[in-house]
């Protein structure tokens, strides 16, 4: 197949979750989004890469409404993104663990935060704590807990609430080789077992190909989508297949970033 | 070395200089006093130049007020001076100073104030043996009273107390000093306010009233002139020669009051900072009466007055607790401290002049 | 291989600490050897007290037991002869750049022309032509860590001794030093010991990798490295490498 | 940056607009209570132009001024030269420290103001005691942070110096010292408003001349114009301080980024 | 590795007991050659003891007066009890007015524009500065005196509040808002708490303050508590007593950021900051 065909396949008949239009984003005079049009499906992992600073985090922002846009428009089932609207959740690239509250209190704060019933916000939170492993653990606070533990605190905090969209933004950026083949495992199942909609943001083009069903690109200031590829290798995937490295330095060549 | 060498040099050089400025031709006398009457007679002396053909030096310091002047005098920083009666007690019990003189009678300077529309001024004369004090004890029972605690005043307050037949516990006592407690009395705190010349002019212009005095609860509050310990055994002759100059002081108060009235606004305005009406100079010579040499050699020797006014300041502080019996015991055997050689002294000079 | 081309050398190196928690092994009787210009790679995991090894070699701290050799002779003292690039740059915040690159120099009573030459050469080498008068915090994290390493080499050190100085960095700029820091070594050659937690960086920059192991930290395995430089981050025989060298480290949950 | 300049405009347009309603609100409390408890602002400036333009217990205004700063200054620098070398000392030497530090930790918590009575039996009335109490407040203050931005030196800074050959007396003048600029700066910030509180309670408590003296003598005066007069010198001369010694820090530590 | 690092270096403990003495047996001598040459200088006469008692004098006169109530009138834990009273009202005055000011003033920009102005034209002003006002305002009673304590406690507690709360981390916010918590919502969730830390500190320094103002308040109007006592050791010219009242502040303001400071790290313990 060729790649036409195969992105022609890829979107015929997907319900779209979040439609973005010729969103723009200027501070003052700088330029960082530049009309940028795409659709994320229902239930699709979606990965952006590109160069730092290329404005992936103010698009997040964007999409999240921490900023307001320039121009365009970001809606999620028709109606323009609100967090206090949708269940949208949100792993950041900085450690986004609560110093003050233990692992199951982390876990329950955004359940609380959105007014869930008391006996569902003690449900989800066991069956997180049961998910990510972290039973032994949840009287633990963030300062005890190593940083996969705390990443996993987030993903679990974020699943509890069981979102349509979830954002993560380099998530895994900082950690080591083992570990990070650890947790994007790890993520790939809590994904397939909860079937949300992913919108994965990361530099690291291997993790990209290996994650994604889809790979958007976005180049260099300002931003714009360069180029979408659709990855449709089997999982679990392996790095040293030459489909992937084909793949990978496909993606490398589009970005040219070093 | 090159630096230890400048070092040196430096010291050496503020060694020298500090020499130089003590070495004085003069003897030096260095007098305390208060912003008040008894601290004038040197000032005056210093700036009319009295002691231009004399063979020395007066510098002189004001202290606002008896407790730092006292610890000055524990910091040697002066030899003779003037003070009210607490602190002459002081340091006469603390530090072996001796009483020279009484700069002047503050019985009557030493006021309790009401405001006008205080039940206390209904009555007058309620112990017939005190006829000038306002009010039933009824009245005082219970009032809030600002004073300065451990000074003349407060003697002056037990002394009222006293005459009206009642204690401290019968009152509210509040500790406060004499500045603040004229701004509190005028915002309205407290029912009786205990104040010290000049302070009671101000009570005096704000239009509260006068209901009690030392002198009219009959506590005699003499102001003492002092000397210290070391000075007046070093230095006797320096001791009478100031003392001379003093009591020529107070003689020209006694005897001119509108010429020394103009001395003493001087004094308050020009050199304390204090802005008083004519009424209040006025006044200062009216309620404060002073004694002439002869009437100060009688009252520093005879057993009934110096000691017995000294006496019943410490018998005082002794039942209030201030002082121990230990030091009661000291005040009597020194008989408080009084020296009435130097007085005899002056005396004896004069009589030799004419 | 031959002693006498051995530059630096750890020889049964053991320390501990004491704590609130009992006494933790850190190292526990290491031996290496690097040669004259070799560029060694220590990987290890976080907490694995490579840190501390580096420490050692540095003559920071002192080992429990154990020594370190420096050309034949035993190091007891920091000095001269090995300059340390730490991860967190240690950059003097009141000295602009030029005098951070010349500190070492300074100290030495270098005249300071003489100094503020050689300290240039190091600036332009390392790409900072221009920012001779910033000061650091003016600087991005991969222009203070460049600083860091002119300051070192500006010293003219036999052994150069870096402390996962790309970690603080993000991606895109680990990967420019990564690349920055071959061609300096290729243009100056230096004996490097050489510290990291990341695999790649490791497989791309190292002649050699010496793994170590979790607390107490050992020598668990080395892994010669002969393709040349610079290397290919997706050739087979680079994955392969690092996934031979990543089935040996154990995940640190 | 246009964003910048509104955002600063809007700040001033904001602070004015606080004064305004806190003038309105003094103005109506003052109606309200009487000009007796509180003179209204205007009182107040016609007070402070009398003030400044005659004289107050013999000395203008600005002598006033003049012998509460001098005081001050005096003390400071004495505390100053005093202090940071005794703080380095006690953070750089393990051995001083121990010998020095808990002499320091007894006399440390005792208040300033409650050294006037010790103060005055030591060195008598006048400007000794006065300058002795600004100097108790500002020495524990520069002995303080000089010691803690001394132990709280990035040892990796000092490792630094180390792995280039730095000797012990290096290490302090070249790293040690420098890097506890920041900590010392703010040390001498806070000296300051320590010294400049403390001239006024030793002037409170007697003197003759200097702004705390103006404040007792509107007390004694019972003039509450000028008691409000007196306060506002001193606000004014305290920020004047602080303002210019947070110019002289920008001025002397051009490497800090959060002066910028 | 740098915790253990810093530890090691620090203290090279072996046995508990045996530890303690080694850090503290130096520390322990110097106060003792502190105390003896302050005795001898006393004794010696090289100052004259109208100037400064010697310590074993000291010592004895603050025994006694644990329970003799002249001649200043009042036992010492009486005067403890007053001057403890006034400035833990003065404290908890402005911690409670204090520390939501400075909360509100970091989260809403609003609540900063206006106020900011005008703390920053008060504080300049050392609190004692307002003592004649706050007769003219308050009066002679435990307000006015508590009013000076107040002003002088409640500038750090604003200070720190605020700079703790700027401090916030961003991105705990971000967390926050994204589950579409309300802006009041966050602020007491994330702000707070957050600030927490450095409101401890703002509190230590402001009750440090608080004890730094109690003897300038005491001056005024007061008939007990500890700078009642000094001041009555001056009318009395007892330098004994005037020590005794000076060491007994020292003491008692030590022990109460020492205090402090155990209830800091009993609170930070718990949540493991």
Redesign the interface.
């Given at each position: 197949m060729t790649n036409q065909q195969l992105s022609e396949n890829y979107h015929r008949g997907k319900e779209v979750k979040v439609s973005v239009t010729d969103l723009t984003k200027k501070y003052d005079d700088l330029l960082v989004l530049n009309d940028i049009s795409f659709n994320i499906y229902k239930g699709e992992f979606l990965c952006i890469v590109g160069p730092t600073g290329c404005g992936k985090t103010t698009f997040l922002n964007c999409l999240s409404r921490f900023i307001p846009t320039t121009r365009g428009d970001i809606l999620v089932d028709g109606q323009p993104a609100d967090p206090t609207h949708h269940d949208m959740a949100f792993v950041f690239q900085e450690v986004s663990t609560i110093p003050w509250l233990s692992v199951e209190d982390n876990i329950r704060f955004g359940l609380k935060v959105k007014r869930r019933p008391p006996d569902e916000v003690e449900r989800r939170t066991e069956q997180m704590l049961e998910l990510v492993g972290l039973k032994k653990f949840r009287s633990y606070f963030p300062r005890q807990l190593s940083a996969s533990m705390e990443q996993r605190v987030v993903i679990a905090r974020n699943f509890a609430l069981n979102p349509d969209i979830l954002l993560m933004d380099e998530p895994y950026g900082q950690l080591d080789l083992k570990l990070r083949y650890y947790l994007e495992d790890e993520l790939i199942r809590i994904w397939q077992e909860i079937g949300c909609t992913v919108l994965f943001i990361t530099h690291n083009i291997e993790e990209a190909v290996y994650l994604a069903q889809r790979v958007l690109v976005l180049g260099q200031k300002p931003a714009t989508i360069k180029e979408e590829i659709i990855v449709d290798l089997p999982r679990p995937r392996n790095f040293a297949d030459p489909a992937f490295v084909k793949i990978r330095d496909h993606v490398t060549d589009a970005i040219r970033w070093w | 070395m090159h630096h230890l060498s400048r070092i040196t040099f430096i010291v050496l050089a503020l060694v020298l200089t500090m020499g130089i400025c003590s070495a004085q031709a003069k003897d030096e006398i260095r007098v305390s006093g208060q912003p008040c009457l008894h601290g004038l007679p040197t000032w005056w002396a210093i700036e009319d130049g009295w002691t231009k053909d004399k063979n020395i030096d007066l510098t002189y310091?004001?202290?606002?007020?008896?407790?730092?002047?006292?610890?000055?005098l524990?910091?040697?920083?002066w030899d003779v001076g003037a003070m009210g009666t607490?602190?002459t007690m002081?340091?006469i019990?603390?530090?072996g100073a001796k009483l020279i003189a009484i700069s002047n009678d503050e019985s009557e300077t030493n006021d309790l104030w009401v405001r006008p529309d205080s039940p206390i001024l209904k009555t007058k004369g309620f112990n017939p043996k005190y006829p000038e004090i306002y009010g039933k004890p009824e009245d005082w029972k219970g009032k809030k009273i600002?004073v300065t605690?451990?000074?003349t005043v407060h003697y002056a307050l037990d002394a009222t107390l006293k005459a009206l037949g009642l204690t401290e516990k019968d009152v509210e006592?509040?500790?406060?000093?004499?500045?603040?407690a004229?701004?509190?009395f005028?915002?309205?705190?407290?029912d009786v306010v205990c104040l010290w010349a000049p302070?009671s002019y101000?009570a005096e212009s704000?239009g509260w009233k006068k209901v009690s005095s030392g002198a009219r609860s009959g506590a005699m509050i003499p102001g003492g002139v002092v000397v210290r310990k070391d000075f007046a055994e070093k230095h006797p002759d320096l001791v009478v020669e100031w003392l001379d100059l003093y009591m020529t002081a107070l003689d020209r108060m006694r005897t001119d009051k509108a010429g020394s009235g103009v001395w003493l606004n001087k004094y308050f305005?020009?050199?304390?900072?204090l802005?008083l009406p004519e009424s209040a100079i006025k006044s200062e010579f009216e309620l404060r009466p002073i004694f002439s040499v002869e009437q100060q050699v009688k009252a520093l020797t005879a057993p009934d007055e110096a000691s017995a006014w000294m006496k019943g300041v410490a018998d005082f502080f002794a039942g209030?607790?201030?002082?121990?019996k230990a030091d009661m015991a000291d005040l009597e055997k020194s008989n408080f401290g009084i020296d009435a050689s130097f007085m005899k002294k002056v005396q004896e000079k004069r009589a030799a002049k004419k | 291989m031959s002693t006498s081309n051995v530059k630096i050398a750890a020889k049964g190196i053991s320390k501990s600490f004491t704590t609130e928690n009992g006494t933790i092994q850190v190292l526990d009787n290491v031996s290496l050897e690097v040669k004259t210009n070799e560029f060694l790679v220590i990987l290890g995991p976080g907490q694995c007290g490579k840190t501390i090894l580096l420490n050692c070699l540095a003559g920071i701290l002192p080992p429990d037991s154990g020594e370190v050799i420096l050309n034949g002779k035993k190091v007891t003292e920091p000095g001269p002869d090995r300059g340390v690039v730490f991860q967190q740059y240690a950059l003097f915040p009141w000295k602009t750049v030029r005098d951070n690159v010349a500190f070492g120099l300074a100290i030495r009573h270098m005249p300071v022309k003489e100094r503020y030459e050689i300290a240039q050469k190091y600036i332009d080498l390392v790409g900072l032509t221009g920012f001779e008068k910033s000061y650091p915090h003016q600087l991005s994290g991969g222009m203070k860590q460049r600083v860091s390493i002119a300051r070192s080499y500006a010293n003219n050190p036999e052994v150069l001794l870096m402390d996962e100085p790309f970690s603080a960095l993000d991606a895109q700029t680990r990967y420019s030093m990564e690349k920055e820091l071959l061609s300096i070594w290729e243009q100056e050659k230096r004996t490097v010991v050489f510290i990291t937690n990341n695999v790649e960086e490791a497989i791309y920059l190292g002649d050699r990798i010496v793994l170590m192991t979790k607390l107490p930290g050992t020598i668990k395995m080395e892994f010669p490295l002969t393709s040349p430089k610079p290397r290919n981050y997706t050739d087979a025989s680079f994955l392969e490498m690092r996934l031979a060298i990543s089935e040996e480290t154990e995940l640190a949950l | 940056m246009a964003n910048a300049a509104a955002a600063n405009l809007k700040e001033k347009i904001g602070a004015v607009f606080s004064f305004v309603i806190f003038l309105a609100l003094w103005q109506v409390a003052s109606m309200a209570v009487g000009s007796e408890a509180l003179p209204s602002p205007a009182d107040v400036v016609a007070k402070a132009q009398e003030m400044y333009t005659s004289q107050i217990g013999g000395k203008s205004m600005w002598m006033h001024i003049y012998y509460s700063l001098r005081r001050v200054v005096g003390a400071y620098l004495l505390a100053a030269v005093t202090g940071i070398p005794l703080g380095i000392a006690m953070g750089w030497n393990v051995k001083f420290r121990k010998i020095a530090n808990p002499i320091f930790e007894l006399l440390r918590p005792i208040p300033p103001i409650a050294w006037i009575p010790i103060a005055i039996l030591w060195l008598g009335i006048g400007e000794g005691p006065k300058i002795f109490i600004c100097y108790v407040g500002a020495f524990v203050i520069f002995v303080m942070n000089t010691y803690t931005g001394m132990r709280y030196t990035d040892h990796l800074l000092i490792d630094a110096a180390r792995t280039f050959g730095a000797t012990r007396r290096q290490q302090l003048f070249n790293v040690a010292i420098p890097a506890s600029l920041p900590s010392i700066f703010a040390g001498v910030q806070n000296a300051m408003s320590m010294a400049w509180m403390c001239v006024l309670a030793a002037e409170l408590v007697g003197a003759r001349e200097g702004v705390g003296f103006i404040i007792i003598q509107g007390m004694d005066l019972n003039n509450s114009p000028m008691i409000i007069v007196g306060m506002i010198t001193i606000g004014l001369i305290g920020l004047f301080l602080a303002v210019s010694l947070r110019y002289l820090e920008k001025l002397l530590c051009p490497w800090r980024r959060e002066l910028q | 590795m740098s915790t253990a690092h810093a530890s090691a270096l620090e203290a090279p403990a072996t046995s508990r007991v045996k530890g303690y003495w080694k850090e503290y047996n130096s520390s322990v001598f110097s106060l003792l050659v502190f105390l003896l040459i302050w005795e001898l200088v006393c004794r010696l006469g090289f100052i004259s003891r109208f100037q400064l008692v010697p310590p074993s004098e000291v010592i004895v006169v603050m025994i006694e007066k644990f329970w003799t109530a002249p001649p200043d009138g009042a036992t010492l834990f009486t005067h403890i009890a007053a001057s403890m009273t006034l400035a833990l009202v003065g404290f908890c005055a402005a911690v409670v007015v204090g520390v939501p000011l400075g909360l509100l003033m970091g989260w809403y920009k609003p609540v900063m524009v206006l106020v900011r102005p005008l703390f920053d034209a008060v504080r300049p002003i050392p609190p004692i500065a307002w003592i004649p006002l706050a007769i003219l305002w308050l009066g002679i009673g435990i307000e006015a005196k508590a009013f000076i304590i107040w002003l002088a406690a409640f500038v750090p507690c604003v200070i720190n509040s605020y700079i703790g709360i700027k401090l916030t981390n961003p991105v705990l916010i971000r967390v926050a808002r994204i589950y579409g918590a309300s802006n009041w919502e966050t602020f007491i969730k994330i702000g707070v708490p957050s600030a927490v830390p450095m409101i401890f500190t703002g509190l230590k320094l402001s009750l440090n303050a608080a004890w730094t103002t109690l003897v300038a308040a005491e001056l005024l109007a007061a008939s007990e508590g500890l700078g009642y006592m000094i001041q009555m050791g001056r009318r009395l010219a007892r330098p004994d007593i005037i020590i005794v009242g000076m060491l007994t502040i020292g003491f008692t303001g030590a022990l109460m950021s020492y205090v402090l400071t155990k209830i800091e790290s009993r609170i930070a313990s718990s949540r493991r900051l």
């Open positions: - | 310091t004001l202290f606002p007020s008896g407790a730092p002047q006292v610890e000055a524990a910091a040697d920083q607490v602190p002081m340091a019990l603390r530090y600002l605690t451990v000074s006592v509040v500790n406060i000093e004499q500045g603040q004229v701004t509190a005028a915002s309205s705190q407290g302070f101000t704000k305005a020009g050199y304390c900072g802005q209030q607790g201030r002082i121990t | - | - | -």
